[in-house]
């Protein structure tokens, strides 16, 4: 199933900023600017962070931003928080076999 | 600020059907693509469907292309996923989302569908 690429894991110190990738192609992130976020705790729906590649819904904190370079696209957080500790999915519109492409999720464990 | 509450979740044998609901409110529902959004446990999110805030579009992904159908009453504010021949490999939680194209602000609570023998 083709989907969009992301490191399964990463981690950080409170206080530091990391930054999580998602891969996809010229069909989904390299062609369009509709790159989501989304975060996750373990029994909660998803919640949307970014839209439009770089946009923060009102009431998401600053402390998140996105960015998109060709077919990559990233999020970076800031000021690392315990509450951060979550799962990360990104997500695209798509040209390809589907309308919208999700990545696979990343781990962000705060250390 | 809006919800959306999904049921219509159960256990149910290979190869059978079943319909979810998504009530919505606190919003212009009618003004909204809807979205269908499935996570099998312990894995990611897949797209499962879309439907444009008329209802005159639909849109699926090979998956389940010809075997689920998205609809919507807008006079009820709800949206539906008819979902047929199901295979073992549809057991997942199904999220209703407000949005179409990727972005979905609004999420409901989710309703479990269980295909086994």
């Known amino acids: 199933q083709s989907g969009l690429t992301q490191p399964a894991s990463v981690s950080g110190s409170p206080g530091q900023s990391i930054a999580i990738s998602c891969t996809g192609t010229s069909r989904d992130i390299g062609g369009y600017d509709y790159v989501s976020w989304y975060q996750q705790h373990p029994g909660r729906a998803p919640k949307l962070l970014i839209f439009?590649?770089?946009e923060r819904p009102s009431g998401v904190s600053h402390r998140f931003s996105g960015s998109k370079s060709g077919s990559t696209a990233s999020l970076s957080i800031s000021g690392l928080q315990a509450e951060d500790e979550a799962v990360y999915f990104c997500s695209s519109y798509s040209t390809g076999v589907t309308f919208v492409v999700f990545g696979g999720g990343t781990t962000l464990t705060v250390l | 600020e809006g919800q959306l509450l999904e049921s219509g979740g159960a256990l149910v044998p290979p190869g059978g059907s079943l319909r979810l609901s998504c009530a919505a409110s606190?919003?212009?529902?009618?003004?909204?693509?809807m979205s269908w959004v499935r996570q099998a446990p312990g894995k990611g999110l897949e797209w499962v469907s879309a439907?444009?805030?008329?209802?005159?579009?639909?849109f699926y992904p090979d998956s389940v292309k010809g075997r689920f159908t998205i609809s919507r009453d807008n006079s009820k504010n709800v949206v539906y996923l008819q979902m047929d021949s199901l295979r073992v490999d549809d057991t997942a939680l199904y999220y209703c989302?407000?949005?179409?194209?990727?972005?979905?602000?609004?999420w409901g609570q989710g309703t479990l569908v269980t295909v086994s023998s």
């Open positions: 989302a407000e949005g179409g194209t990727g972005s979905y602000e609004k």
């Open positions: 439907i444009s805030g008329s209802g005159g579009d639909t």
């Open positions: 606190g919003f212009s529902f009618s003004n909204y693509a």
């Open positions: 439009d590649v770089s």
